[in-house]
């Protein structure tokens, strides 16, 4: 009987399978292998020795398997070869087939020719992500896909970055949302990682293989996939052999013949083969070094009371965080008199309830003269708890770092998921940095691996301070690290190593990915550092040896936030606390339930928390609608808005019998009077895509050829899907190489991606019985245009001279200018009303598409909500071409530098940016924007938007804003 020998040999796990001639499965076996892969290997083998009585052949395949068969001169298959064997060996009829494993995620698809797309540097939407969501709900796999079956609404949320779609679920959490609808939402959320950012266009249908470990034990992520996909049952197999698949694919592709011995004596000097690793400084040369720098940070401590038998006024701090809250109630000193810091778990109200329960256990008459929150929890504690007020996290960390140092000119805070650094000028906040779509810098990324590795993070951190050699790891992404630390475990490395060197890429992270510091004096003399991350000796250490001197960490570097809002309640409230009492806490309840608002065609997705007293707390919107307690007051100018309703009455001002389709998208947003009149003057009327929406989105989709391009391209995709939908036959979508000539730059191009995304489309996407028109056109040059455009239109059944199209040209731009100066007089309009009324402004600036409500997630109405005048880039008044320090080519780009000028000239006057996550061109933009604020002592704020709606991070930022003026002003 001739037997064949398969391993599949993963980034946490080994797979093996043996066959016998006729390719029956006489065994198969599924392990961890605990990054130690040579040693399950040869244990392997040993336990396979009754298969291996007479020579039978073998191979490894797995992306753990490379580097062991070239160091053992063992056969190696490729996975995508082993995986397609198998395939085509039992599932014949097969289309595609997805396979999703420990730390990778892949697409085969077998029409035509086989082809294959694998995931690259980002493990975001693999098992490794399904894990870290899981452990942050608190919940088991088994848990978490049973859940998912119940929900009753789907949130978005990124599974670009394993850590980081904590940001998106935090917030959620922190509303209420049923754990069900999270749970559906975290499996919808890697449904549409695959279908983006692996199928890149390419359409997944017919039948549909499921493999791998996450697809074969989560049934419920199998059914975001089939309702995604509108599978038929018969379409959709998930085989029993869907964990060992590669495995087996391996054992049918061997061919090399061993023997038992030869075998097991080749695995065998694999596991005694000595290995390298690459390592960096020690953190303390010894232990007096090590005793010197405890000794140093103990003077930072803060004095703490006696809680039991305290008589006077006590002010409360609750700091409700991304993965934890604090809690701190002092006394009329500033002296602790209780603390808390505890992991949410899930359910914040739960941890707070419990923790005032235990103060007023702890002395009944304690007498609460002020109660304020902060962080991400914010509201919901403000209103559960009937607290005072709340503060902008970014403030209360300032105070308090102040408290510790007066002089303190700047603030890093290393939170659980997020990292904020406060630059401070003159008394306030001058400039604050947070991070934006990757958190590998953050507390969760060493809690994770210490975790991942059997130990919990105070455990694990305090191992990395005796480490001798600690490995080099550089800066990656959090979840893909992984395979870095097996691979140094794998080649020798202690976990003391592994401990300091994951601290050291923390550090490294932070200030190189985050601040993106040049040098040290780009971050300040007197730094003051917080946040439970730097409670770790050995992060803290490694902050000290990048920098190269001493910073601040107070004894309560992880209460920070919690200790700002006390010492805020004990600054701003003079009267006793409307925070619960016993009683109420006793009866404390809270229930939640989803409903989507139907106040616009937003269709927010609001939560709506009720207590048992009667409040309610409604969460996710993004306007005052369903908030009926909100008395109404003026409605401040927004220049958003009204060039939205300048362009909805556009789109209705001419009509016509003869009809073409164009998308509302991009540059259209610029471009639409201009089309809307060259038409009319041709008799032709334009019908337009609506703005977008989730739906339209996700109907396009499927057709998305690159992950890599910016959400507003993405869209564009949807557009057409509904203008397919259309009676009339004809989409219109040029390509534009150049804008309209401003005068204001040295060139007047639209970016690349502007500029030739029709031709994306037009290959990316079936039109079905429509025809899809892209000419090359440019509006600065009469003749090109009437030429171009006389042989597109007679393509489209349309016959017209070309002094009639040179006509019709000449009443476009004439259309379009008419436009922007009735824009430019709402714009005067509104600084008139902000002026008379003393209201700051805010220039919000982007790019004309940055208007699209999708995709600027109404950050308009936040801005409105916080008390701002909104104006926009493109109603600021045509200022002088200005010398800038970079490029200055691009028409959009232009507007941009003007409006920054623009800014700081008018001292009652801030600039927002909004950009595009993936938008290389911004980099440039954003840097030239903010030293031209920063010329005249204004505040930069960048927002980065993607397709997540999620706005805490925006809240925050915005928040701050608002406060730093303030303390500008009072200063």
């Known amino acids: 009987m001739t037997i064949r020998i398969g391993f599949d040999i993963g980034s946490t796990t080994i797979k093996a399978v043996v066959l016998d001639e006729h390719n029956n499965i006489l065994y198969k076996s599924y392990e961890r292998h605990m990054s130690q892969a040579r040693q399950k290997a040869l244990e392997k083998i040993v336990e396979l020795k009754e298969y291996c009585k007479e020579p039978f052949s073998f191979a490894i395949s797995g992306s753990g398997a490379l580097g062991l068969c070239e160091a053992g001169d063992l056969p190696f298959v490729q996975e995508v070869f082993a995986s397609a064997s198998a395939i085509k060996r039992f599932y014949p009829n097969t289309d595609c087939a997805i396979e999703l494993g420990g730390e990778d995620a892949k697409i085969l698809f077998f029409q035509g020719s086989l082809e294959q797309r694998m995931n690259s540097s980002c493990a975001g939407g693999t098992g490794a992500f399904i894990d870290q969501m899981a452990s942050l709900l608190n919940m088991s796999l088994e848990q978490m896909n049973e859940a998912s079956f119940h929900y009753q609404k789907i949130y978005p ?541 996700h109907d396009g989709q499927q057709t998305i050829p690159s992950d890599t391009a910016c959400f507003p391209a993405k869209v564009v995709h949807g557009h057409i899907m509904q203008l397919l939908k259309e009676k009339e036959e004809s989409i219109f979508y040029p390509c534009m190489t150049y804008n309209v000539d401003e005068h204001q730059s040295d060139n007047h191009f639209n970016c690349p991606l502007v500029a030739y995304y029709p031709e994306n489309i037009a290959a990316n996407m079936d039109f079905k019985d429509k025809k899809f028109y892209y000419p090359y056109i440019t509006v600065d040059d009469p003749n090109s245009f009437a030429k171009t455009m006389q042989k597109t239109l007679e393509q489209m059944g349309f016959n017209y001279k070309r002094s009639q199209i040179k006509y019709a040209l000449q009443q476009g731009l004439l259309e379009r200018q008419i436009f922007h100066e009735q824009l430019v007089q709402k714009h005067l309009d509104a600084v008139n009303f902000a002026r008379a009324n003393a209201i700051p402004m805010v220039v919000l600036c982007g790019r004309p598409y940055h208007l699209d409500p999708l995709i600027n997630h109404q950050i308009h109405k936040l801005l409105i909500q916080l008390g701002f005048v909104v104006l926009s880039e493109e109603s600021v008044p045509r200022q002088q071409k200005q010398k800038v320090f970079v490029l200055n080519q691009w028409t959009y780009h232009a507007r941009l530098y003007q409006a920054a000028k623009y800014v700081s000239e008018n001292p009652d006057m801030e600039l927002v940016q909004l950009v595009s996550f993936g938008c290389g061109i911004d980099a440039i933009t954003s840097d030239e924007v903010k030293d031209i604020l920063k010329d005249a002592n204004k505040f930069y704020t960048q927002i980065k938007i993607d397709e997540i709606d999620n706005l805490g991070a925006a809240r925050i930022r915005l928040r701050s804003l608002k406060e730093a003026i303030q303390e500008g002003k009072e200063n």
């Open 157 to 697: 949320i990124a599974s670009r970055c394993g850590v980081f779609a904590k940001s998106d679920i935090q917030p959620l959490i922190n509303q209420g949302v049923d754990k069900a609808d999270l749970c559906a939402s975290i499996f919808q959320c890697v449904v549409n990682q695959t279908i983006t950012s692996l199928a890149q266009g390419r359409k997944i249908e017919g039948n549909i293989l499921f493999l791998g470990g996450p697809l074969f034990f989560l049934s419920g992520l199998r059914k975001r996939f089939e309702e995604t996909l509108n599978l038929e049952p018969s379409q959709s197999v998930c085989p029993d052999t869907a964990i060992h698949f590669v495995a087996l694919g391996t054992a049918l592709c061997s061919e090399k013949e061993f023997t038992y011995d030869e075998l097991v004596g080749k695995l065998q000097a694999l596991v005694d083969m000595p290995m390298e690793v690459e390592s960096s400084l020690p953190l303390f040369e010894n232990e007096e070094d090590y005793q010197n720098f405890i000794d140093r940070h103990q003077q930072n401590d803060v004095e703490y009371g006696n809680l039991e038998h305290y008589e006077g006024k006590t002010y409360l701090g609750i700091d409700s965080g991304s993965t934890t809250t604090k809690l701190v109630l002092i006394g009329e000193n500033h002296q602790i008199l209780y603390q808390s810091y505890t992991s949410n778990k899930g359910n914040p109200l739960d941890v707070v309830l419990e923790d005032l329960k235990r103060i007023y256990a702890i002395n009944p008459k304690v007498r609460i003269y002020g109660a304020y929150s902060t962080g991400y929890g914010e509201e919901l504690m403000r209103v559960a708890f009937h607290l005072d007020g709340g503060v902008v996290e970014t403030m209360a960390h300032y105070v308090a770092a102040r408290f510790f140092n007066p002089q303190v000119d700047y603030i890093l805070d290393i939170g659980g998921q997020d990292i904020k650094c406060f630059k401070i000028r003159d008394g306030h906040i001058d400039d604050i940095v947070l991070n934006e779509a990757c958190s590998s810098g953050c507390g969760s990324f060493i809690e994770t691996f210490a975790h991942s590795l059997g130990y919990d993070a105070k455990e694990f951190a305090r191992l990395g301070l005796h480490s001798k050699n600690p490995v080099d790891l550089g800066t990656r992404c959090t979840v893909f690290m992984n395979s870095g630390v097996k691979q140094a475990q794998k080649n020798g490395a202690t976990i003391e190593d592994i401990s300091a060197g994951l601290c050291k890429s923390v550090v490294k992270n932070a200030l190189y990915k985050v601040i993106r510091a040049r040098n040290k004096d780009d971050i300040g003399k007197h730094i003051v550092v917080q946040g439970g991350t730097f409670q770790n000796d050995a992060i803290l250490r490694s902050f000290e040896q990048e920098l190269g001197y001493e910073v601040i960490r107070p004894s309560i570097a992880h209460l920070m936030g919690a200790f700002g809002a006390a010492l805020y309640a004990k600054k701003l409230h003079r009267t006793k606390s409307a925070v619960l009492g016993p009683d109420a806490l006793a009866s404390f309840s809270h229930t939640s339930r989803s409903v989507a608002c139907n106040g616009c065609t937003n269709h927010c997705s609001l939560t709506i928390n009720t207590f048992a007293d009667g409040t309610r707390l409604v969460a996710g919107n993004k306007c005052d609608k369903m908030i009926k307690s909100i008395e109404k007051k003026t409605e401040l100018p927004d220049l958003y808005k009204d060039k939205m309703e300048m362009l909805e009455k556009q789109k209705q001002k001419y009509h016509h019998e003869q009809k073409i389709l164009m998308p509302f998208v991009l540059n259209n947003y610029d471009m639409l009077p201009f089309w809307t009149k060259f038409f009319d003057c041709l008799q032709i009327e334009v019908h337009w895509s609506s703005p977008t929406t989730q739906e339209m989105y």
